[in-house]
């Protein structure tokens, strides 16, 4: 089965019961069992639901796992992932990491004992020189967040098995429609379903994917110890978003090439970071292992200009989050990456100046024209 095709037909499709076409949103929390502690499978919604089960069923498939898991956000499933490691245990992070990721782990793994190094993943040398005997895990983000830095998915992969550490993969930029890290070697691959995987800006959600039944039975003990489950209704949107999946992702990435071809000629602009441009770092790399290179983009003008520009725009909401049919803009130092510490900031590239800009699907001439007459107005 194709993509596309899987995006509509895979997981669950319905209800045996009704015939109904779209899996219904089982709005409970309990089941009547036949006899007292004889169930039909399910006994109680925070160990598992319907709809929920529909959800997870085709994140695992559109992924290439052997199990899902739904969490009420993407934090919540980072967490959960966490939870597999123990005291005195150490973790390798790539280095421009989810600004929420970082938080967690400098600030609250850190406190129960796990410990956390952060490293420039885009280069094996360095992956392979911070590993330390304690070290459990490799976690990273490819493309980064927001400088879209490309991590070598296999290279990593191989420095894992050798190492007997877990990959761990957050998948959000690059979803499965474009990129599957099991088939690369990956362990687990997270998302923050809240962006693309909901695609409309209005739902939290996490979802991991274990590669093998032995970490997908631990993530469930997990997940149903700690409760940071998704609820039906959200997991009902999560589904209804993953039917366009496909569609939405070759429209970001359409308009994506446009905005990012648009910027690297204008003479405002000092720096472009988007994986599908030649001139990108990792772009030979990117080609190789993904079929895609996502609807993000970054790039720099004067920092003096940056409020001005965002106050002239009229299609790109300023907003944090990313994914969205609608074109969201924001400013990473002083949003999405406000709580890393600004010495840091800067030695990763993030400046004051850096613009990201999450593509949506609106007619890219209304959004190249907007981003025109933006830069014209700031002169
Ligand atoms: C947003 C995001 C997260 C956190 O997800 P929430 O749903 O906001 O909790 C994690 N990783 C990446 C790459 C993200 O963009």
């Known amino acids: ?157 191989q420095i894992s098995v050798q190492n007997h550490l877990l990959f761990i993969v957050d998948n959000t930029f690059y979803t499965p429609y474009f990129q599957n890290p099991i088939q690369l070697g990956a362990d687990l691959v997270l998302h923050s379903a809240t962006k693309y995987i909901g695609g409309h800006s209005d739902v939290v959600g996490g979802l991991v994917v274990a590669a093998n039944k032995e970490l997908g039975e631990k993530l469930h003990f997990i997940q149903n110890s700690t409760g940071g489950i998704l609820g039906p209704q959200d997991s009902w949107l999560l589904l209804r978003g993953i039917k366009t999946l496909g569609l939405r992702m070759e429209a970001h ?21 988007y994986p599908g441009l030649a001139t990108h770092t990792g772009h030979e790399l990117a080609k190789t292992q993904s079929s895609g290179f996502g609807g993000m983009i970054s790039f720099e003008i004067d920092e003096e200009k940056v409020d001005s520009f965002l106050s002239k725009l009229t299609f790109f909401v300023v907003a944090e989050s990313l994914g969205a049919v609608e074109s969201l803009i924001s400013v990473p130092s002083r949003m999405t990456h406000a709580s890393i510490p600004i010495e840091r900031r800067l030695e990763l590239g993030i400046t004051e100046g850096l613009i990201r800009i999450s593509a949506g699907i609106e007619d890219s001439s209304d959004l190249l024209e907007d981003l025109d007459q933006a830069f014209k107005a700031i002169g």
Do not use: C, W
Request: avoid cysteine.
């Open 253 to 273: 990435e359409k308009n994506a090439e446009k905005i990012a071809a648009y910027l690297i000629d204008h003479p405002q602009v000092k720096q472009v970071y």
């Open 1 to 157: 089965m194709k993509k596309k095709t899987k995006v509509i037909h895979g997981g669950i499709t319905g209800d045996d019961r009704t015939g109904a076409v779209s899996v219904p949103v089982y709005q409970v929390s309990t089941y009547k069992q036949q006899k007292a502690g004889q169930h039909s499978g399910y006994e109680y919604s925070r160990t598992g639901n319907p709809t929920r089960a529909a959800l997870e069923t085709m994140i695992a498939e559109l992924e290439g796992g052997h199990s899902g898991f739904a969490f009420g956000s993407g934090m919540a499933a980072i967490t959960a992932v966490m939870l597999l490691f123990d005291r005195g245990d150490h973790i390798l992070f790539t280095d421009d990491v989810y600004g929420g990721t970082y938080r967690l782990a400098s600030k609250v793994l850190q406190r129960i004992g796990i410990e956390a190094t952060f490293v420039d993943t885009s280069d094996p040398e360095k992956v392979e020189a911070a590993i330390q005997p304690n070290t459990k895990a490799i976690f990273i983000e490819t493309p980064t967040n927001p400088l879209l830095k490309i991590t070598d998915l296999q290279r990593v992969s």
